[in-house]
Structure formats: C-alpha cells, structure tokens
C-alpha cells in the first residue's frame, strides 16, 4: 500500500510539473473515483525496463487531447490542428511524464531505461496489466474540468 | 526580466524525432532570452549528422531515443567521423536523467545536458556561455 501510494504522489506531482513547465496549464487532483474518460480519446503509452518494468498510459478525451496539443504548440484556438499533430503532441506529453515519474522514483529503485511512446485514438482506451503486475493510477483535472487519467502498470524487480 | 543574448551569426539545429518537441524547445528558447541568426531540424541522429558533415552548425540540441540513428550514436559519430566539426557544441534534451548515461554521453563528445521536462531558464543557463 505504501508502494502505491509513493508511486502515486510520485505520477501526480510528474503530471504536475511536465503540465505546469510544458504546456502552461494547472492540474488540480481528480478525487472522484467515477469520473472516467468517454467518447473519443487518444491514449499514449510508453514502455519502460530495468529496476522496475512495465507500461505508462496518459488517456485523455480527443477535445483535451486537442487543447493540449494546441497548448504546447503555442497555437491559437482559432488554428486548426491536425490528428497527426496531436498524436505526436500526446506522445511527448507521455514521454516527459515518464521522465519526469522516472527522475524521482529512479533514485530509490534503481535504473529505469524508457522506450519511445506510441499513440492509439479510440474508445474505452485501458491498458491491462499482464500477469503479476499490479496497477497504479491518478486521475486530474485540467482548468476547464477536462479529465486526464494517468496509468503506470508495472512490475519492481527484487 | 530576462537578459537577451542575440548570437551574431550563430546557428542552432534541434534534432528530435518529435515535430512538437521541437516546436516547443524553439519556443522555449526565445522564452529564454536567446537568439540565433540560423535555425534548422532534424527528425534523428542520421539526419543530423548528415546535415553536419553538409555544413557547419555552433549548437546542436540533440533528443536521446530516436528512430534510426540515437543522439547518443549521432554525438559518437560526428566526434570520431567528422572532425571538421569539433568546435559543434553539443547539448543533449532528454527525459533521460540517470547520472550514468549523463556521464557516458558526456565522455563521448557532448558538451552539456538538459532533462525534459525543461525551462527556459535550463536553455539560458547551458546556451548563454556558449554563445559569449
């Protein structure tokens, strides 16, 4: 329980920072279990190896998804934005994630070695856990109310 | 208020498998305060060193896990393959942050290395002595 909960704060305060420093937009702690994202949405994940293995999704519906992208490209609302666009602007929101997750958990767990995220737009986005993994997961809220569900399925070498 | 560093006739190519990132590292760094007079991308580490053995460039920021050729191969590379271009800085941006693979990249020829997420005061505090 205390793994998870370090895990969590650890994904929380990564989700923080990479939103706060990359796309100037405050995230607030989404406390509300029954929230989860619908409709269409982009999910990016990115696996990782070493002293703790497994995968990291970042879900969000497509019009954050959107924002974000447009955010981060310090674009106008009135622009228009492509899908390819934000699929790439979805991975690198992911990868800093995991960066940012992995500088402050790599310290205590060991070296973590990350690979190069990938992008699927869809619905019911949900990573699962493969066997003996467990599952940790926060959810935010951005300014506008937007939900974003963070995920890190992962196993911790002994 | 940040201090504006315009670098006379200095170039910069940011290598990044990411179109995004790259858009957002140039414009984190007029954020930072600093100017080159010639910018140019690469999408990986084959390109870039194509670009490099094509001309010369002052800075190159460089993304670590790429497609085709990595940035650490790309900095391998240009320091034993095109030694024309020994005075290229080279700074890595990476999510990257282990104090291993810091010191590795460095030894192989990077001259400095800034982690993802990233500030615009990280890029004015490894680009502005580069520039002086």
Request: no cysteine.
């Given at each position: 329980v205390n793994e998870q909960l370090c895990l969590e704060t650890s994904l929380l305060d990564a989700a923080k920072e990479v939103f706060e420093t990359a796309i100037f937009m405050e995230l607030s702690e989404c406390t509300?279990?029954?929230?989860v994202v619908t409709g269409d949405a982009f999910m990016g994940s990115i696996t990782f190896k070493g002293a703790m293995e497994g995968c990291m999704t970042f879900t969000c519906d497509a019009a954050c998804a959107r924002s974000i992208a447009m955010g981060m490209l310090g674009m106008d609302p009135s622009e228009e934005i492509t899908s390819p666009e934000i699929s790439d602007a979805t991975g690198e929101v992911t990868n800093m994630l995991l960066g940012s997750f992995k500088a402050r958990v790599q310290e205590s767990l060991g070296t973590i070695e990350v690979s190069v995220p990938s992008v699927v737009a869809g619905e019911r986005l949900h990573g699962r856990p493969g066997e003996g993994m467990q599952e940790s997961a926060v959810k935010v809220n951005t300014v506008d109310g937007s939900l974003i569900e963070i995920g890190l399925l992962y196993r911790i070498k002994k | 208020m940040r201090a504006e560093v315009k670098s006379m006739g200095k170039s910069l190519m940011i290598v990044d498998d990411s179109v995004t990132m790259r858009r957002i590292i140039m414009r984190t760094i007029r954020m930072s305060g600093v100017e080159f007079e010639k910018t140019e991308e690469a999408g990986n580490g084959a390109e870039a060193l194509a670009k490099l053995k094509a001309g010369p460039f002052d800075v190159v920021l460089c993304d670590i896990?790429?497609?085709?050729?990595?940035g650490l191969e790309m900095v391998k590379r240009l320091r034993t393959?095109?030694?024309?271009?020994?005075?290229t800085k080279v700074i890595m941006v990476s999510t990257e942050s282990s104090q291993e693979l810091i010191e590795g990249v460095m030894a192989d020829g990077a001259n400095g290395y800034i982690t993802k997420p990233f500030t615009p005061e990280a890029f004015a505090e490894k680009l502005k002595p580069l520039l002086n």
């Open positions: 509300d279990a029954s929230q | 896990n790429m497609p085709e050729m990595t393959e095109v030694p024309e271009r020994a005075g």
